[in-house]
């Protein structure tokens, strides 16, 4: 999907993040790891909806994993594995 061109709302977003088994948002320097299933809704969609209401980008899926921002050891660590 092109963020671009798609908007998605913390609505959709939910809706396609609560069926993951882990999320992993980053900003900057720091990252955390979510569990949809038992982390409160609220507190995941803070994290990943960007200032304009959209999901931020990039987000990516993996398998049941979705990793939303950018951190560079992260990133290298999924290219690795």
Aim: charged letters at 25%.
């Amino acid at each position: 999907m092109d963020a671009r061109k798609e908007r998605m709302d913390a609505d959709a977003a939910w809706n396609l993040l609560r069926h993951a088994n882990k999320i992993i948002t980053a900003k900057g320097k720091k990252f955390q790891n979510w569990n949809p299933k038992t982390d409160d809704p609220a507190a995941i969609l803070q994290q990943v909806m960007g200032p304009s209401g959209n999901l931020r980008a990039p987000t990516l899926k993996i398998q049941d994993t979705f990793l939303v921002g950018f951190h560079p050891e992260v990133f290298q660590e999924w290219v690795r594995n």
